[in-house]
């Protein structure tokens, strides 16, 4: 579908889209945005799932991003935040955005769509335990900032927000 840079492994590429714009992350993703971009395939913004959430996150965003997690991600994730034995549950999460406010300081949001209410829900409980017995490893800034945490499950999305201070001026 057009000139494509892959690794010799294939686990990457790189592609140039025009003279703005490039796109890089595995060979399927950087050949599927070079269909999208050609008019050859359909945005993901054209989906619906990921066009809603869209709609939500990306106003007033000075950052905002949506990942389809793959399976492999979801096992990492588990790992990383220690929840290997409540994984299955992140086998419900569908897709995750982030919302970074914009200006100095705000509100950073996570958006985890899951595939259903239920999942909802049991996904928003893990997260909470999480919190909770993160308080014993992490440092007082990063406890600041989970202590700042709201967690609500609205419908078939969990949205978790931080709220990130403004920086203390230097003297």
């Known amino acids: 579908s057009g000139p494509i ?3 010799r492994k294939r686990g990457s590429a790189i592609a ?7 796109v890089t992350g595995s060979v399927g993703t ?13 945005s993901l913004a054209e989906g619906t799932a ?4 869209w709609k939500e996150v ?8 949506i990942v389809d997690p793959p399976p492999h991600w979801r096992s990492a ?7 290997e034995e409540e994984a299955s549950v992140l086998d419900r999460v569908q897709t995750v955005a982030l919302s970074v406010g914009a200006g100095r300081a705000g509100t950073v949001e996570l958006h985890i769509d899951a595939d259903d209410p239920t ?7 893990v997260l909470e335990r999480w919190l909770a017995s993160s308080t014993e490893r992490l440092e007082q800034d990063s406890l600041e900032l989970l202590r700042s945490t709201e967690l609500r499950v609205r419908a078939q999305t969990v ?8 920086p203390s001026p230097v003297h």
């Open 77 to 83: 994730i588990a790992r990383v935040m220690g929840l």
């Open 159 to 166: 949205v978790m927000a931080l709220k990130i201070p403004s």
């Open 30 to 42: 950087v050949a599927e945005a070079v269909a999208v971009h050609r008019g050859a395939a359909p």
């Open 58 to 65: 990306a106003p007033g965003s000075g950052i905002a991003a």
């Open 5 to 7: 840079l892959a690794s």
């Open 16 to 22: 140039v889209l025009d003279s703005d714009s490039i």
């Open 119 to 125: 999942g909802a829900r049991q996904v928003a409980a």
């Open 50 to 53: 990921i066009a809603a959430l």
